[in-house]
């Protein structure tokens, strides 16, 4: 069984992860902000955890270190994001760069701490991030965290290429699921049954959509699998079924 850290481990897909693994026998530490959360999902599922805001270069660093304890880490998940939804005249320098600190800079960062944990595994260790459906689609309103998520799916390509073979690195890039992170668009029922509508699949996500496709990512199963940016949108950026 492998040793994982996931970052955003107390959010709606973090949690998710976390517990597929779990009850996969993996053995995991857990790093998020809120201190609540985190404990109770790390209790639950028998995980070790670190409170450690990701845009903090040395709790980043403290968290990596706990996660490795001087070991070896499988795989490391960077769960964590924003969604920051505003038409680009009403966008402001501080939006941009705090959601790119936040998706990408982060990303890197947690990556860039782990890779002498990653680099010690016996076999491919791997990287999994996570971007989102609107950098394959034109989404209005969607430039800031398109920007931010962009530079993921970059970041992946890169580090796929600059990493292998000892490290995989792949992302997945979801659609509209329902998180508490997505709370804003989910909670009322007239507005998310219209973005159901727009997926081929008719319905949002469920974080239980995203978790297999994570485990297996970062597990050895997927050992020919790297620099890939992986759709899990209910085909919505591929398909359409009207018009």
């Known amino acids: 069984m492998g040793r994982y850290l996931i970052w955003g481990g ?3 897909i973090g949690a998710a992860i976390a517990r597929r693994l779990a009850a996969e026998g993996h053995q995991l530490h857990l790093a998020a902000r809120d201190a609540h959360k ?3 999902v790390a209790h ?3 995980a070790t955890f670190t409170v450690a805001d990701a845009l903090d270069g040395d709790a980043v660093r403290r968290a990596t270190e706990e996660a490795a304890a001087g070991a070896a880490l499988d795989g490391l998940c960077y769960a964590v994001g924003s969604i920051n939804l505003k038409p680009a005249q009403r966008l402001s320098d501080a939006d941009i760069e705090g959601d790119f600190r936040l998706n990408a800079l982060g990303a890197f960062r947690a990556v860039q701490a782990a890779l002498p944990a990653l680099k010690k595994a016996e076999g491919p260790s ?5 971007s989102t459906v609107a950098v394959a689609q034109g989404f209005a309103a969607h430039a800031s965290v398109a920007m931010a998520k962009g530079a993921i799916e970059g970041l992946v390509r890169a580090l796929g290429a ?9 992302a997945i890039a979801p659609s509209l699921t329902r998180t508490p992170l997505a709370a804003t668009l989910t909670a009322n029922p007239s507005v998310a049954e219209a973005i159901a ?3 081929p699949l008719q319905r949002l996500g469920e974080v239980d959509d995203i978790a297999p496709l994570a ?5 050895p199963s997927s050992g020919w699998i790297t620099g890939q940016v992986i759709g899990v949108d209910g085909g919505r950026s591929t398909l359409r079924t009207k018009g």
């Open 197 to 199: 509508g727009l997926h």
């Open 126 to 130: 791997s990287v999994l991030l996570f």
């Open 38 to 40: 985190l404990e109770a």
């Open 215 to 219: 485990a297996l990512l970062l597990s």
């Open 44 to 46: 639950d599922i028998g």
């Open 162 to 170: 600059e990493l292998a073979p000892k490290v995989r690195v792949n």
């Open 10 to 12: 107390s959010g709606g």
